[in-house]
C-alpha cells in the first residue's frame, strides 16, 4: 500500500502561530495532495506536488517533498481560527487511478 | 468556479434497501471516482470510471455496488441492499486526467446512514 500517514495525529496551535504537519508513504509516487476537511464536511483540495518538485507555496501553505525519504511537510504560517480543520495527504502511484489517503492530522487553532 | 455537488447531502435508509447517491461532476471532466469515509476512518477509495466503464475498483466494492453515468452530466453510485456497515459518507470526486497527473476535486459529500 501506498497510503500516506500523517504525524501528529493531532495538533493544537494559538492562532498566529506556525502549524507543521507531515506526511510519509510508503511506495513511489506520481503525485502527492493535500486536502483539507472541515468537521463532517467535504475535502478541500489545498495543493499538489509532483514527484519531480521539492518545495511548493500556495499564499500561507508550504509544502516540502523528499521523495528519498518518502515524506512530504504541509506547513500553515500566522494560523487562523479558520484554520482549524483536518488535513490529510493523498498519494497516488505510476500505475493507479486512486488516491490513497492518510488518517490525517487534526489542527485546533485556538483564538 | 466550477465545483463537483452531490445529492442528498443526507440519507437515511434501511438495511436491505437500495440506494442511490448522486453526483454532477465538473463538465470538462473525462475522470469520475467514489471515495467513502466512514465516521473517524480514512478516506477509502471505493471506483474509478472512464469512457463509460470502471477503471479500476477496490475490495470494497463488491457486488452490490455498481456506478454509471446515465447521461452526460451526472455520475451514479448504486448500492443494492444496504447493510449496516455501508452508514458513511461518501464522496465523488472528477479529475480532468488521470489521477497521477491532476487534482481530483471532491464534492461535499453524501451522509448515508443505514439502520
Known amino acids: 500500500s501506498q497510503q500516506g500517514e500523517e504525524d501528529p495525529q493531532a495538533l493544537s496551535i494559538q492562532e498566529g502561530e506556525n502549524a507543521t504537519m507531515n506526511c510519509s508513504y510508503k511506495?513511489?509516487?506520481?503525485?502527492l495532495q493535500w486536502y483539507r476537511q472541515n468537521s463532517g464536511r467535504g475535502l478541500v483540495h489545498l495543493i499538489l506536488i509532483r514527484s519531480n518538485e521539492r518545495e511548493k507555496h500556495s499564499g500561507r501553505l508550504r509544502v516540502t517533498l523528499d521523495t528519498s525519504k518518502k515524506s512530504s511537510s504541509l506547513l500553515i504560517t500566522a494560523s487562523r481560527a479558520a484554520d482549524t480543520a483536518s488535513y490529510f495527504c493523498?498519494?497516488?502511484?505510476?500505475?493507479?487511478?486512486?488516491?490513497?489517503f492518510g488518517a490525517g492530522t487534526t489542527v485546533t487553532v485556538r483564538a | 468556479e466550477p465545483e463537483v455537488t452531490q445529492t442528498p447531502s443526507h440519507q437515511v435508509t434501511q438495511m436491505g434497501q437500495e440506494v442511490i447517491l448522486r453526483c454532477v461532476p465538473i463538465s470538462n471532466h473525462l475522470y469520475f471516482y467514489w471515495y467513502r469515509q466512514i465516521l473517524g476512518q480514512k478516506v477509502e477509495f471505493l471506483v474509478s470510471?472512464?469512457?463509460?466503464?470502471?477503471?479500476?475498483k477496490s475490495e470494497i466494492f463488491d457486488d452490490q455496488f455498481s456506478v454509471e453515468r446515465p447521461d452526460g452530466s451526472n455520475f451514479t453510485l448504486k448500492i443494492r441492499s444496504t447493510k449496516l456497515e455501508d452508514s458513511a459518507m461518501y464522496f465523488c470526486?472528477?479529475?480532468?486526467?488521470?489521477?497521477?497527473?491532476?487534482?481530483?476535486?471532491f464534492g461535499p459529500g453524501t451522509r448515508l446512514l443505514v439502520l
Open positions: 493523498a498519494t497516488d502511484g505510476h500505475a493507479d487511478y486512486k488516491l490513497s
Open positions: 511506495t513511489s509516487i506520481n503525485n
Open positions: 470526486a472528477s479529475s480532468p486526467e488521470l489521477a497521477r497527473q491532476e487534482t481530483q476535486y
Open positions: 470510471f472512464y469512457n463509460n466503464e470502471i477503471s479500476e
